[in-house]
């Protein structure tokens, strides 16, 4: 289905909008297990910092607030229906104007600078920045744009490591386990885990990633991953870190893995952490140009 | 717990009459530092453009929208995670007189020694949570180094600015290292259950 020149116009006020509302309406999953931590929280501290997330949760839905002032770098899952035919360049292209059109005139905060020079070019875009992820989906012919800014403290929290197959499952539990607590306050707890394991490095690292942006409450399709996360979850929340690691029960809102198979010498694993608002936004875009917002 | 209202420029009474846990609120001024400022001023040797005597300082970089020359109003104003900076926390409380240090995910035991030593606090802004913050600040009265723009260093003045939990105190306690403490201490434990010797 050939798509119309209109198109990419579209994709580009889309993504705009993606950048922009996702910073201030929080996924109703996170909402539901902000509130269930909240409920269960006893210890004052504890009930002081559930009680800002919800408020500050409130002001971004009924306010239309920023919900936190880091508007992340800027990334994007891109899903294109194997039927549709469209231009891959000019979407590209269509990608970084919205994330630019979005930091202009709302405007938001460029997070983005040269890892060297550290400029800031103002337009939450820079060398290879937003972050693209394309994908293709058989038998659709939808354009799917699923985005994140991912703040820095949870993303400055990001642990690799080529474990060897002589450490088996048992070392991706310690691995897991110690860079949460390593971590400690730092990412905004309580966190999504995101684990990857296997892939190449660079690959197990982007199951860490795309990890975090499954809803919450859904378990991965594999029962023996489902079973390794319920596990390191509740691991997880026996550790005592809690919101802002300021102590309390809830340190995790989910552990969520992404797997993918390796060589007969990897065991490769990876932790990608996301902060308590976990800000995802999706817009599925038709050839006929209808879009549908969700998460 | 205790409760603490306190009035900027803050003295070293103030700073040692909180404990872990307590929340104090802030009136008046509250400037707002990070990573690229904090930088010019200590390892390029670029003299701060304010006099930090008293002061509490906020680790920001906030969204504003520029009104006029040099002034800008809020868009969002949050906090960002602390222990970046944490090798400036001595110079700022032994050359600057500051009193408090208000960020996110704590600072290091070398810090809390400092603070001990010197008579200031950690509070722990709540990260993330930061719409409610910038409804708590009136206005951003100044603006220095708009070059470094977002990491300009910013002068906010705030009224019923908190409740924000002291994370570190005057007394040698810092609730976030010892609640990470704890869980290393933890884990042998929890690996165990987890099947993992």
Redesign the interface.
Known sequence: MEVPPTFYDLVETTCRDLYIQSLKEIPPDVVAAIKRAAERATR??ER??FS??L??IA??QE?N???????GIPIYWVDIGGKLRLDGSKLDAAIVRGTERATRE??????IVSPIT?E?R?TSTGERIPIIHYHFVPDSDVLDILFMPK???SE?MSFMKMLVPADGV?GI??FV??QV?GA???P?PPTIVGVGIGGSSDLCMTLAKKATTRPLGTLNPDPQLAALET??CE?IN?????P????GDTTALGVHIESAWTHITCNPVAVNLQ???AERRRAKISAEGKVEVGF | MAEFHFKTPLTEADARKVSVGDSVYLDGIVFGVRDANLIRVFDQHVAPPVDWQGAALLHTAPNVRKVGPGKYESICVGTTTSMRVDRFTEALLRDHGVRAILGKGGLSPRSTELMQQYGACYLSVTGGAAAMETLQIEEIEAVFWEDLMPESIFQFRVKDFGPWTVGIDAKGRNLQDEVQLAAKAKMGELLAKMGVT
């Not at chain 1, 709302?106 to 997070?111: K, T, V």
């Not at chain 1, 026996?238 to 809690?242: E, L, N």
């Not at chain 1, 802002?244 to 102590?247: A, D, E, W, Y």
Request: positive net charge; aromatic residues 4%.
């Open positions: 004052e501290v002081r910092i800002h997330y408020k500050s002001l971004g306010q607030m920023m919900v936190c002032q880091d508007t709302h405007p938001l905060r460029s997070s550290r800031n103002q703040g820095s403290g400055n048992n539990k310690r386990l110690e607590v400690g306050a730092k905004c596990e390191l691991a026996q550790t005592g870190i809690g802002q690691g300021l102590g902060c308590w608002r």
